[in-house]
């Protein structure tokens, strides 16, 4: 499975980006799927994440009311769609991908993953 996510870029505070990741190369298209980001010199961290036929949804505190995590599997795309960005949300942005149907706050239990978008936002 490959992973392309794209959608990111530099927005002031408090304005809108909505993120995309598209999987390819699998007959398959209810793969649990999450969110990530990483800014230089943390950890990767959980930020949202959605079940394979996108009934379950589960975000991190520091984004919960502001992002939405949502998919659509006839066009293998999750989206995350990020409002009242904040400037301590600027990172690499990454969509993972795992065989199970049920996702994870776990990144090391995803097997697939994008290559990263970045999200810059400015104060």
């Known amino acids: 499975v490959q992973l392309q996510a794209y959608g990111g870029g530099v927005v002031q505070a408090g304005g809108s980006l909505r993120l995309s990741c598209a999987a390819s190369?699998?007959?398959?298209?209810?793969?649990?799927m999450g969110w990530f980001r990483q800014s230089p010199g943390k950890e990767r961290e959980f930020v949202a994440r959605i079940s394979g036929n996108g009934g379950i949804t589960s975000y991190a505190d520091s984004v919960k009311g502001r992002f939405t995590i949502s998919r659509d599997n006839a066009e293998n795309t999750v989206y995350l769609q990020m409002n009242t960005l904040k400037p301590e949300d600027t990172a690499v942005y990454y969509c993972?991908?795992?065989?199970?149907?049920?996702?994870?706050?776990?990144?090391?239990?995803?097997?697939?993953w994008g290559q990263g978008t970045p999200v810059t936002v400015s104060s």
């Open positions: 993972a991908a795992r065989d199970l149907f049920i996702s994870t706050n776990d990144p090391t239990r995803y097997n697939y």
């Open positions: 190369g699998s007959t398959r298209s209810n793969y649990a």
